[in-house]
């Protein structure tokens, strides 16, 4: 039931894009996003639900793709501030109370 | 400030001596989880709450126990604390609508057991 991300890690010099997946092999009804820096605790990004409504970051963006129970998250001109472990989290169809999140992509990004 | 506050934040115990560890949230939040981080493994829900007096168990509930007494409090009990629990344990907090929302974590607690 644990989504998959995609890729494991990745190093970005600052400046560059980055591409995050999150695949599920359930029905979605929403998916979380969340990113955690080193010793601190996941901080809230963004939440996509079934049906296109969107709410979180405005330098972060993401898709949604029902059909295919994926989501991706893009990471554009990539800060410094963006290194951190980021963690997908998914809501199921019928199973609207749990939020299940995936083992977590690292971005490193240089100078 | 609005914040989920967890204690202890270090713990070290042994193997069979039970432990508590406390949440509370000033947020009024229907909705509070607990969950454990382990290195490669994500965070893995332990138990979650959606209001006073209801709770259920999340993908990794073994050895642990949770009540919801009061809409602020919901304390993490481990009964017979064994080695393999040895983790970092966080707490959150959600605005209850028709699916979880947004979550606010605590600072976590990191737990030895020897």
């Known amino acids: 039931q644990q989504p998959v991300q995609s890729p494991q890690a990745v190093i970005l010099r600052e400046g560059e894009d980055a591409v995050i997946n999150c695949s599920s092999s359930k029905a979605l009804y929403s998916v979380h996003w969340y990113r955690q820096k080193h010793g601190e605790a996941p901080v809230f990004l963004m939440i996509l639900l079934k049906g296109g409504e969107q709410k979180g970051h405005d330098k972060i963006s993401a898709s949604f793709n029902e059909k295919k129970q994926q989501s991706s998250l893009y990471l554009t001109a990539s800060q410094l501030s963006y290194s951190g472990t980021y963690f997908c989290g998914t809501v199921m169809g019928g199973a609207t109370n749990k939020l299940i999140f995936g083992t977590g992509t690292l971005l490193a990004v240089q100078p | ?114």
């Open chain 2, 1 to 114: 400030e609005a914040q989920v506050t967890q204690n202890p934040r270090y713990l070290i115990t042994v193997t069979g001596k039970k432990l508590t560890v406390t949440c509370s949230q000033n947020m009024n939040h229907e909705y509070m989880s607990w969950y454990r981080q382990d290195p490669g493994l994500g965070l893995r829900q332990i138990y979650y709450s959606m209001n006073v007096e209801v709770t259920d168990k999340g993908d990794v509930p073994e050895g642990y126990k949770v009540s919801r007494k009061e809409k602020r409090n919901f304390p993490l009990i481990l009964e017979s604390p064994s080695p393999n629990q040895t983790s970092l344990y966080f707490c959150a907090s959600s605005p209850w609508g028709r699916y979880p929302n947004e979550q606010f974590f605590g600072p976590g607690t990191r737990l030895t057991v020897l």
